[in-house]
């Protein structure tokens, strides 16, 4: 039986990789993954291509759009913004948003899916870890869907499919074992490269989620702060 | 008086240089253009720039969207597939459809304009003489605007503006004229870079644009076939 076409947006962290698990039970998938000029891209790109293998994907798209780097606003891409150590009592807009960013990930993504006649994009987002990013919450992803309706061929369908929209960090953690997906493939730090620096908001939370599991984050960290 | 800010899209051509004309009229404004792998790039940057000279503006931005000659499906930047010769009888979905191209477009563009604070995106697109494009209708932008009122901060308003959206070619032409815009300095050929083919979809709109005002077209033409 052939499978459908699905275009998966895989940054390399552990919210990407445990989407691609799910994805890949009922589609074909098809990875992208953006360079936006974010400090760590390097390594992201290393677990892109680590994730890719494992599951045998050899439709594999990268794609720069490191024109962030020159919008700036954002410490991810602005080498003037430091990264915010991680409050996780107090989750507003962090500086690490970058506007606008799912808009232009999932355009990327659409352009891709319409002329691969893939059905579905598979994107990671979480509501609960991403509270202030306007651009992570179902209303979203709802306008965008009618968006891609408006400004597609009409006989193109694509939906967008956040299986982790709703889901905690430990939920993920748990999903994410359940299916085999491989987690010591990930990385998700925003700061740092070698080791995991374990205090910035991406550490931090991603250390909670397996720290309220009671498994231990199979990689590795220069420090592990108790978040629980 | 300081005049708002408003981002506005110049590829070099002939629609964008008259939708620029009419934007400096009320706003500050920031050029974007998008080298998208297209096969002309160098000769509408040289267009872009020289544009952006004529108004004298400071803040301009290229961003590279080159994944567009990977995602291919595309004879403006898969070399595979050869640029039609026009057929203004029967225009469909040309080959030189990207998918989903104004999407990506619009989103780099809010983007920038929610970091600088701009008010408006000005966009160039034509209905008339791109009726096969989903992406350049009126439903697409209010579709667009509605999205970029979900995906940024709330207190962040963008409008979008296409004040070319159902003028013909001509009306471009006259509207060019009375504006006092640097028509000599833009570039429309899909095909050429040293002179303008003549023949491309995009040389024969606008030569026909040209004819039908009594105007002769400043740039040169290696052929000036008359499609009136």
Redesign the interface.
């Known amino acids: 039986m052939t499978l459908p076409l699905a275009v998966i947006l895989v940054s390399g962290g552990l919210d990407s990789c445990v989407t691609a698990a799910v994805a890949v039970q009922n589609f074909e998938p098809a990875f992208l993954h953006l360079n936006y000029g974010q400090k760590t891209e390097k390594r992201e790109l290393q677990a892109f291509d680590a994730i890719a293998g494992h599951y045998g994907v050899s439709r594999r798209?990268?794609?720069?759009?490191?024109?962030?780097s020159?919008?700036?606003?954002s410490s991810l891409t602005d080498p003037g913004i430091p990264v915010s150590r991680a409050d996780l009592q107090n989750l507003s807009?962090p500086s690490s948003y970058?506007?606008?960013?799912?808009?232009?990930i999932l355009?990327?993504a659409?352009?891709?899916a319409?002329?691969t006649g893939a059905e579905s994009i598979f994107i990671g987002a979480v509501e609960e870890d991403s509270s202030g990013y306007?651009?992570c919450?179902k209303?979203?992803f709802t306008?965008?869907e009618?968006?891609?309706a408006?400004?597609?061929?009409?006989e193109t369908r694509i939906r967008i499919k956040t299986p982790l929209l709703h889901m905690t960090k430990s939920e993920i953690v748990k999903a994410g074992i359940k299916l085999g997906a491989p987690l010591d493939l990930t990385w998700s730090c925003y700061q740092d490269e070698e080791q995991a620096c374990g205090e910035c908001d991406s550490c931090a939370l991603r250390l909670r989620g397996f720290q309220r599991v009671g498994v231990e984050d199979p990689i590795v960290y220069r420090k592990r702060p108790d978040y629980r």
Chains 1, 2 share one sequence.
């Open positions: 798209l990268i794609a720069d759009v490191r024109h962030f020159q919008i700036g606003g807009i970058v506007p606008f960013r799912n808009a232009n355009a990327i659409t352009s891709w319409e002329t306007p651009d919450r209303e979203f306008a965008f009618r968006l891609i408006k400004g597609t061929r009409p």
